[in-house]
């Protein structure tokens, strides 16, 4: 599965309200839910690890202050309506490597450069609670033979949602 299964919104996601409304027969009470419901992928360029290497390169960081542009620009627009939900958003970072090394390996490699991107969104401001985790070469963007070196596999996906998720498995950036 892609980090997308945490939010079946698209990237353009508005927030909405979800109501549901029970009625006894006897019309004594009526309880009501009231669910906001928001997920945004925030747009970006791949930043592109070397092999084997969890820094982010000087040259990546255009890439990275764009991200953080259009997180900011999301965040300010649906303002008003996600301070409607009791849910907390959170921005959830996903590491993923090329085929290049032990699955092992690979995974602890993806949790360091997930670490490094959401380390990197927090010295640059971000005020929301950030996770980050690792999925190794489980969610290649290009299918490869295994042992192959492609650049567009050693990336991060970034997204926002305040759908409660289990956070097992994810490391909570300070």
Do not use: C
């Not at 945490?6 to 996601?13: G, V, Y």
């Not at 542009?69 to 959830?92: D, G, H, W």
């Amino acid at each position: 599965k892609s980090p997308r299964s945490i939010a079946a919104e698209p990237a353009n996601a508005k927030p909405f309200m979800l109501r549901v409304v029970a009625h006894d027969p006897d019309g004594i009470f009526s309880p009501t839910l009231e669910a906001y419901v928001w997920a945004f992928e925030v747009p970006h360029e791949e930043v592109l690890f070397d092999t084997g290497k969890s820094e982010i390169r000087p040259t990546e960081e255009p890439k990275l202050l764009a991200a953080l542009e259009e997180l900011n620009r999301a965040l300010k627009k649906y303002a008003r309506a996600l301070s409607i939900s009791k849910e907390q958003n959170r921005l959830f970072i996903f590491g993923h490597t090329d085929s290049v090394g032990s699955p092992g390996s690979n995974q602890a490699l993806s949790d360091a450069r997930a670490r490094s991107i959401a380390t990197w969104f927090l010295k640059h401001g971000v005020k929301l609670p950030i996770h980050a985790r690792g999925f190794g070469e489980s969610m290649l963007k290009v299918e490869t033979p295994d042992e192959t070196d492609e650049a567009r596999n050693r990336r991060a996906d970034y997204q926002v949602t305040n759908q409660p998720v289990s956070l097992s498995g994810w490391t909570r950036i300070q």
